[in-house]
């Protein structure tokens, strides 16, 4: 399933399930703007995702809707969780599919963090044109 960018917020899509605690996770890390926790289908040892509370699409929709008490949240959030996880020194990968042509499954504003592992420099190949 891809987002359509367009559509309201749903407020049944998982994410907005899992911050209603309606569907539990492990919670890495939670504060006032932020829920992390670790991704179902993990692409590197270490997968989290981190979500904002508020209801947000994508992350233009969050750039464009949100507070500066919220941006800003997020960005300390996503910082607490590296902290957390020991990976301030070695580094992380943070992603944000926006849309179809991204890959965007959940309509939830989320950010990836990758890390674990050396990963690679390219997320795709280039093909021939």
Do not use: C, W
Request: glycine letters at 6%.
């Amino acid at each position: 399933m891809t987002v359509d960018l367009q559509a309201p917020y749903d407020v049944n899509n998982i994410f907005a399930r899992i911050l209603r605690r309606e569907i539990p996770v492990e919670i890495i890390y939670e504060d006032d703007y932020a829920l992390a926790f670790p991704d179902i289908a993990p692409q590197a040892p270490i997968h989290v995702l981190i979500i904002p509370k508020g209801a947000y699409v994508s992350s233009a929709d969050f750039g464009a809707s949100a507070s500066d008490a919220e941006i800003a949240g997020l960005a300390r959030a996503i910082t607490k969780v590296a902290e957390n996880l020991g990976l301030s020194h070695s580094g992380y990968r943070l992603i944000s599919n926006t849309g179809p042509d991204a890959g965007q499954e959940v309509p939830h504003y989320h950010v990836h963090l990758l890390a674990g592992a050396k990963l690679s420099a390219k997320l795709i190949k280039k093909t021939s044109e």
